[in-house]
Nanobody
Framework: QVRLVESGGGLVQAGGSLRLSCAAS????????WGWYRQAPGQQRDLVAS????????NYADSVNGRVTITKDDETSTVFLQMNNLKPEDTAVYYC?????????????WGQGTQVTVTS
């Protein structure tokens, strides 16, 4: 079982920055990949960025590439999402996810989400 708690969301003007944090606890050693997703009202939940455990290889959605950076601190079991040059279309609830893969199956654990609102 993995528990995730996000923080760092808020209200920011276009062009501003936010740093989201995701604190993990529980059976963390089994996690294969960490990620951030976002969901705007009436929209599906989409991947923003992910990072693979072990090689720390990041992956970014085209819509945020060049504006966001995902990192993790293994000592504190925290995953970060640094977001710069924010746009109104980045407004959404941002969710942290920890994925465990076993025998081709995916076992995700989700946080409760943190609201990001970007004003023009």
């Amino acid at each position: 079982q993995v528990r995730l708690v996000e923080s760092g969301g808020g209200l920011v003007q276009a062009g501003g920055s936010l740093r989201l944090s995701c604190a993990a606890s529980g059976i963390i050693f089994s996690i294969n990949k960490w990620g951030w997703y976002r969901q705007a009202p009436g929209q599906q939940r989409d991947l923003v960025a992910s990072i693979t455990n072990g090689d720390d290889r990041p992956n970014y959605a085209d819509s945020v590439n060049g504006r966001v950076t995902i990192t993790k601190d293994d000592e504190t079991s925290t995953v970060f999402l640094q977001m710069n040059n924010l746009k109104p279309e980045d407004t959404a609830v941002y969710y942290c996810v920890a994925r465990r893969y076993s025998d081709s199956a995916d076992f995700p654990s989700w946080g409760q989400g943190t609201q990001v609102t970007v004003t023009s």
